[in-house]
């Protein structure tokens, strides 16, 4: 069965500075999707990034990228010039490739900006 | 991104009442949907998948008779809480997969929070 690791529960960064959330998973498939989720106080879920496992180049948008790191099953997420609104709780999700896939979730990290 | 709508976002009923929750996609087709629990400050259980007319799959130790879903269109999957009792109070959010474009990304509704007294 696949599983999502994010060891931290708990992180706080400076404004306008950059972070990094941990995640690992384990899985025996070779093709699947990896996602990152942000769920601000209004619980809203919202898609952060996502990359194909396929794709070698590490994805990126706006002020977040990721680090993949394919053989350490390794996918953390970085957050640059951090802003207030970046606070929220993170979810790292993995699903496989195939039609009736399901997300497994992470545990979540809630982070926290200080002004 | 693709929006998804969810209703209603916050209800308050008696035990023993059933209640619906709606969610729709609102800008694409949605072959497949999912419902969530969320307790606070933890991650998304997923209680059931469902599929555009067909029975929706549970997970294990998720009461069908007592979670009922019915996916009647493309765009259209609901939750129905039957006989609700104050353990049932919880966040619902029900997501719905885009996938057309290759992207075959999840999107998630805004939410339902349910108090049952």
């Known amino acids: 069965a696949q599983t999502v690791t994010q060891s931290q529960p708990e992180m706080s960064v400076q404004e306008a500075e950059t972070v990094t959330l941990s995640c690992t998973y384990d899985t025996s498939e070779s093709d699947y999707y990896l996602f990152w989720y942000k769920q601000p106080p209004s619980r809203q879920m919202i898609l952060v990034i996502r990359q194909e496992a396929y794709k070698q180049q590490n994805a990126t948008e706006n002020r977040f990228s990721v680090n993949f790191q394919k053989a350490a099953k390794s996918f953390s997420l970085k957050i640059s010039d951090s802003q207030l609104g970046d606070a929220a709780m993170y979810f790292c999700?993995?699903?496989?490739?195939?039609?009736?896939?399901?997300?497994?979730f992470g545990k979540g990290i809630t982070l926290s900006v200080r002004p | 991104g693709a929006v998804v709508s969810q209703h209603p976002s916050r209800v308050i009923c008696k035990s023993g009442t059933s209640v619906k929750i709606e969610c729709r996609s609102l800008d694409f087709q949605a072959t497949t949907m999912f419902w969530y629990r969320q307790f606070p400050k933890q991650s998304l259980m997923l209680m059931a998948t469902s599929n555009e007319g067909s029975k929706a799959t549970y997970e294990q130790g998720v009461e069908k008779d007592k979670f009922l879903i019915n996916h009647a269109s493309l765009t259209l999957s609901t939750l129905t809480v039957t006989s609700a009792h104050p353990e049932d109070s919880s966040f619902y959010i029900c997501?719905?997969?885009?996938?057309?474009?290759?992207?075959?990304?999840?999107?998630f509704g805004p939410g339902t929070r349910l108090t049952v007294l």
């Open positions: 997501s719905a997969r885009n996938p057309s474009g290759g992207t075959d990304t999840q999107y």
């Open positions: 999700a993995y699903r496989r490739a195939g039609a009736n896939s399901k997300l497994t």
